[in-house]
């Protein structure tokens, strides 16, 4: 096979698994989300919430949250072993209960990789961005 040739890293393998994660989440795809989220899985909100894989999977699959996709932009991978950091951009399209509406912030994930799988072990996003000044805007103040 011609794809033999050319090996696939495994900052492209987290990339994939991250890739697959998001749209699991935006299609509302429990079962594939579950297969990507480490049985330890622990979220924290950019709120300070917490949340184990089962309250994770309830706030965003089975609430009242609609999902309808997350873009994940910039990603920036570092693998070490059968462990991985992903960060990146992250857009949300999502309702939670206000209408539809886009969320964008930072991201970081763990990932480790299980069996030949890299599962998500760990996501921490900051805060929405908010509008700041530029560089060049605040020397001309």
């Not at 079962?31 to 622990?42: C, E, I, V, W």
């Not at 992250?90 to 939670?96: E, F, I, L, R, Y």
């Not at 480790?112 to 020397?139: D, Q, Y």
């Amino acid at each position: 096979m011609v794809w033999d040739r050319y090996p696939v890293s495994g900052e492209d393998e987290v990339l994939a698994a991250a890739y697959a994660r998001a749209k699991a989440l935006g299609q509302g795809d429990e079962p594939a989300l579950r297969r990507l989220l480490h049985a330890g899985f622990s979220w924290t909100s950019y709120t300070g919430e917490l949340f184990d894989r089962e309250a994770y999977l309830e706030a965003n699959i089975r609430s009242r949250n609609q999902w309808h996709g997350q873009r994940l932009e910039d990603p920036h991978v570092v693998v070490v072993g059968d462990a991985a950091v992903l960060r990146c951009t992250v857009t949300d399209d999502v309702d939670t209960g206000a209408g539809r509406q886009p969320y964008r912030m930072f991201m970081t994930q763990t990932w480790v990789r299980i069996g030949g799988a890299w599962v998500c072990l760990l996501a921490m996003p900051a805060p929405a961005f908010k509008r700041t000044r530029s560089a060049e805007h605040r020397k001309c103040q």
